[in-house]
Structures are given as structure tokens and as C-alpha cells.
């Protein structure tokens, strides 16, 4: 991996792991799909116009099928979760929950593509999903809907599994950017109406505003296309190593900036859970 790859894992992760954080704060004034909403909406707004720079109108409509099933299924669905889930995790346990989407993905992987199941991922499984059990039980913040929510964010990594998969599958060929930009106009479409029966009736503050702007141009229409730039630059299993640190960036910012507590089971059970992950990416290697 070059050096220069570094400064951006690096902001990839600032740009992710801060995503937990904006949404936890931001989602209280909003409310989960005025939220989602707009974050796709500002995302379009910046993805499509690069989209059809790349001249990537011709693919859209080839595929709009496929784009419609990812819009709705793999990222509507799976964003809608995530800001009601908001309202009861805190910004870090919401990340580490997602570190589990690679998880979930071995399994898909295995089942549907036909991917060779090893030992050490059957381990990295087992370890991954143990981690989770530590991070809920007889943990206090569970209530209130909390366990809950970590079932539903559980199906967002199950669900983005699924995604990995299926584009990997179905859209290989297609440049990354035009599958983004389907990707946030199709939720954005499918959300908006709903967004605008559920509209606030007391206006967000400024800070919930810049808060959402963030989400939308620097998490949402950014991060993805640094994500894509550094699949295509340095692989997968590198670039996947933004899994780890988004947890980290997640804690921390969400104790400064929201004053979360990073409790002892929090910090042991995320530990787990990554290492778990990282079996299963390979990333440990067997010797």
C-alpha cells in the first residue's frame, strides 16, 4: 500500500466514522426520514452532475432494474434503520455494530456465491458474533428499545452484505461512480415522499442543519467516491481496513462532541467483534 494511501484511509474514516456521530445528533430534530432524505437528496445534487460528466446516463438506463433494487433494498431501507436506531445508540455502538457487515458477508458469500468457507473465517465468525453478545449483555442501555435496536442494525449488515454481493455480481462493470449516484437518487426518490408527511413542525436548529450537510456532502457524496477511489487504487481487503478505524473515530468523537460514556464493555466487546472481523477479511493472517 503507497503512502499516499494512508492520508486517505485515513479521512475515509474521519468521513465514516463521524457519519455515526452527525446522525445520532442530528436525527432528534429531524426525525429519521426527513433525515435520510435529505442527506440523499444534497448527495445527488453533487453525485449526478459528476455522473453525467462520465457520460454514465447510457448505464443508469441499462440497469435501472438492478439501480431500482439497490436504491430501495440495500440503501433506503438500510439508512431509515440506522436513523431510528439513532435514538437509542449511541454514535460508537452504532459503528461497531456495522463492523459487523463483513460478517455477514462471508456467510452470503458462501451461500449464494459459492465461496469457499476456511477454518480461519469460521473462527473469525464465531469471534465476530461473540462480540456482539458481550457488547448487549446485561448491559443497562439495552432498554428502552436498545436491544431492539441492535437486531435492526444487525439486518443493516446483513442487508449490505447482500449489496457487496449483488454488485459484485450484477454490476461489476460498471463505474463506481454511476453505480453511487443511482444508488443515492433512487433512495432519495423513494424516501422524500414519506419524509414530507413526517416533516418537523418545529424548525432544526442551525447546527442540526450543518450537522445534515455534513452528512450529505462529506459522508454520503465524498466518502463514497474516496471509498471507490481506493478500491480501485490499493484493493478491497486494504481498503476495508476503514472498518476498524471508523469504530474508533465513532468513540471518541461521540464522547467530545455528544459526551457519551466509552464504557469497559463497549471498548472489550468492539475489541472482540473486530478481531473477528479482521479473521474473516484475512487481514490476520494464518501462519
Known amino acids: 500500500m503507497s503512502l499516499r494511501a494512508i492520508p486517505e484511509l485515513l479521512l475515509l474514516s474521519i468521513l465514516w466514522g463521524s457519519a455515526y456521530l452527525f446522525t445520532r445528533a442530528a436525527v432528534p430534530e ?9 442527506r440523499f437528496a444534497i448527495a445527488s445534487c453533487l453525485l449526478v452532475p459528476v455522473m453525467l460528466m462520465r457520460g454514465g446516463l447510457p448505464a443508469l438506463w441499462q440497469h435501472k432494474h438492478r439501480f431500482a433494487l439497490l436504491g430501495l433494498a440495500f440503501t433506503a431501507a438500510p439508512f431509515l434503520i440506522i436513523g431510528y436506531c439513532a435514538q437509542y445508540l449511541g454514535a460508537g455502538l452504532l459503528a461497531i455494530l456495522n463492523a459487523t457487515a463483513p460478517l455477514f458477508g462471508a456467510i452470503v458469500a458462501t451461500f449464494w456465491v459459492g465461496e469457499r468457507m476456511s477454518f480461519l473465517r469460521g473462527v473469525g465468525l464465531a469471534i ?3 462480540g456482539v453478545v458481550v457488547l448487549v449483555w446485561g448491559n443497562a442501555s439495552m432498554a428502552d428499545g436498545g436491544l431492539i435496536a441492535v437486531g435492526l442494525m444487525l439486518i443493516v449488515s446483513l442487508l449490505w452484505a447482500f449489496a457487496a454481493n449483488y454488485t459484485r ?19 432519495m426518490l423513494a424516501v422524500l415522499p414519506l419524509a414530507l408527511m413526517q416533516w418537523p413542525e418545529t424548525a432544526p ?7 445534515l450537510v455534513f452528512l450529505g456532502c462529506a459522508s454520503s457524496a465524498g466518502g463514497m467516491l474516496l471509498y471507490f477511489r481506493l478500491l480501485r487504487s490499493i484493493g478491497t ?3 476495508m481496513s476503514v472498518t476498524f478505524l471508523s469504530p474508533v473515530v465513532a468513540l471518541v468523537s461521540g464522547a467530545f462532541y455528544l459526551g457519551e460514556a466509552i464504557t469497559l464493555q463497549i471498548v472489550i466487546g468492539g475489541a472482540i467483534v473486530l478481531v473477528g472481523t479482521a479473521l474473516v477479511l484475512g487481514l490476520i493472517p494464518r501462519r
Open 30 to 38: 429531524f426525525g429519521p426520514l426527513p433525515l435520510v432524505a435529505l
Open 128 to 130: 465476530g458474533f461473540a
Open 169 to 187: 455480481l450484477r454490476l461489476r462493470d460498471v463505474d463506481p461512480v454511476v453505480v453511487t449516484a443511482a444508488n443515492t437518487l433512487v433512495a
Open 205 to 211: 436548529s442551525t447546527r442540526a442543519w450543518t450537522e
Open 237 to 239: 481487503v486494504p481498503t
